[in-house]
């Protein structure tokens, strides 16, 4: 008899023991977004290399430009074009065309992404003299994060979502003043659309309940640290992508550290209040200028682009937009 109740008491330790520990497992996270395409997302980019360099004033910016609005039109979107000259620092008159696509324009809360499509004019990052002053194919610089945000607007046509989505191209992003010049500068001639856009947005009033900048987001193991100016302005959203990240198992790209302070896109976003915004880049702790080695050089084209890192990007993107709730 006691042996018996020895038995059943050990029977019923073993038992309660396994409950605890099977409660106590996390069950795999289960994805509810689309299934991203990163073959889709690296011809997008691919795409957007062939026209050349997207210098604004060139004929390869226009063709890019036209595509870029009949992809949108051709993913549902409700497109706008926003255009303004402007006089630069160097005295060149030139034309801002930032390419806004709406999905679901009726819904109130809505997300913002951004990406810049514009490409620098300068190599200033080349030790040749020559080569410094012909402009990049920004295949990393540019083209990566509108290809990105293309194949997440197919996915947008195809699966519908609880909140509206509005995907800006931003324009004269990278026509910043190079390190070779020497002319004083007296403001920002940085992200030149971005600034326009946010202080004149496409709808007056604008403003969304968040945004995300996806900037040099295709180079092979790229490292996405924590963005000085995100953590000031969007903390909660930078903490809910890589939370989101690290549940889809990106952790080795979404890392646990912080980054610099990188005058970009997001920046006129959050100082004019149009939405407290992150930005998703690529910044390397061990390299001289912060960022990837083809930074600014001719070596910025399509072997550097990565369909994992781009799949990384989009899915953990698409994740964060298709959990939101209305």
Known sequence: MWSLLVAGVLFSISCNSCQSIKSTMEEPYRRISPEFNADSAYAFVEKQVSFGPRVPGSEAHKACGDYL???MVEFGAAVT?????????DGKNL?????IGSFYPEKE???????????????DEELDYDRQRKPIDGADD???????????????????????????????????????DNIQVGRNWWCLGSQYWSEQPHV?????????????????????RKEGYSTNYAPMVLNKVWSIAAKLGYSNYFLQ???????????????????????IINLKADSHTGFASHWHTHNDDMRNIDRKSLKVTGQTVMEVIYTENP
Request: avoid cysteine.
């Open 257 to 279: 550290q912080e980054g610099g302070y990188i005058t970009d896109d997001h920046l006129p976003v959050n100082q004019q209040d149009r939405a407290p915004s992150i930005n």
């Open 204 to 224: 007056e009033n604008y403003k969304a309940y968040y945004g995300i900048l996806l900037d040099m987001v295709g180079a092979a193991n790229a490292t996405f």
């Open 69 to 71: 609005v009949a992809k």
């Open 81 to 89: 074009e926003q255009k303004a000259d402007i006089t630069h620092y």
């Open 142 to 180: 540019g083209a990566s994060g509108v290809g990105v945000l293309l194949e997440i607007a197919r996915n947008v046509q195809l699966r519908p979502i609880e909140v509206g989505i509005d995907i800006i191209f931003f324009d004269l992003e990278d026509w910043g003043e190079p390190s070779f």
């Open 95 to 99: 034309t801002i065309r930032n390419i």
């Open 109 to 123: 809360k809505r997300i913002l992404l951004f990406a810049h499509w514009d490409t620098r004019p300068f190599a």
